[in-house]
T-cell receptor, first 114, second 114 residues
Framework: GDSVTQMEGPVTLSEEAFLTINCTYT??????LFWYVQYPGEGLQLLLKATKADDKGSNKGFEATYRKETTSFHLEKGSVQVSDSAVYFCALSESSGSARQLTFGSGTQLTVLP | DSGVTQTPKHLITATGQRVTLRCSPRSGDLSVYWYQQSLDQGLQFLIQYYNGEERAKGNILERFSAQQFPDLHSELNLSSLELGDSALYFC?????????????FGPGTRLTVT
């Protein structure tokens, strides 16, 4: 079945540092890929997405590129802020008609220190 | 604000009891998904409804059931509750056509079974 593997956390960075959170996936078809973010005490928010190979998703300074050859979708940000502290989830979705459940990675806790 | 609402926000109940969690999807979304988030299992897909019909089932226990009503709101029923059912339960919704698979999450219901 489908699966998503994320780098284990927690990750602690200083403000303005470069961020990479690794994500690799296993899927039978051609999934859509997502990054979701969960701030403390809140639900999941869609951060960015990519729906086909070589697509780059970007939002709020975060970027991730759909790499089919390496089955990866690593999240990057050039300069993190304290407000980026949250848990980040990589996810994939394979559609079968109108069935489109998400398969999530285990999440990576990011803490950014001032 | 994702536009997905969930009630109640918190629920505390005893083992053996039955509870109902409620979700209203974003305006116009026909699909509703339920997910469970726990420390040991992570984020797991439970079940999907599309326009009133069950479309996909994940790791949902037989003690759990769900339905989607004509006004498209959904309820997740959890019965014969056990300590291990304590978790965050999220509802998500997605558009019926297009949207390329992204789902929008509600704030969650935190269930504590004592």
């Amino acid at each position: 079945g489908d699966s998503v593997t994320q780098m284990e956390g927690p990750v602690t960075l200083s403000e303005e540092a470069f961020l990479t959170i690794n994500c690799t996936y296993t899927a039978t078809g051609y999934p859509s890929l997502f990054w979701y973010v969960q701030y403390p005490g809140e639900g999941l928010q869609l951060l960015l997405k990519a729906t086909k190979a070589d697509d780059k998703g970007s939002n709020k300074g975060f970027e991730a590129t759909y790499r089919k050859e390496t089955t990866s979708f690593h999240l990057e940000k050039g300069s993190v802020q304290v407000s980026d502290s949250a848990v980040y989830f990589c996810a994939l979705s394979e559609s079968s008609g109108s069935a489109r459940q998400l398969t999530f990675g285990s999440g990576t806790q990011l803490t950014v220190l001032p | 604000d994702s536009g997905v609402t969930q009630t109640p926000k918190h629920l505390i109940t005893a083992t053996g009891q039955r509870v109902t969690l409620r979700c209203s999807p974003r305006s116009g979304d026909l699909s509703v998904y339920w997910y469970q988030q726990s420390l040991d299992q992570g984020l797991q897909f439970l079940i999907q409804y599309y326009n009133g019909e069950e479309r996909a089932k994940g790791n949902i226990l037989e003690r759990f059931s769900a339905q989607q009503f004509p006004d498209l709101h959904s309820e997740l029923n959890l019965s014969s509750l056990e300590l291990g059912d304590s978790a965050l339960y999220f509802c998500a919704s997605s558009a019926s056509v297009g949207g390329r698979g992204e789902q929008y999450f509600g704030p969650g219901t935190r269930l504590t079974v004592t």
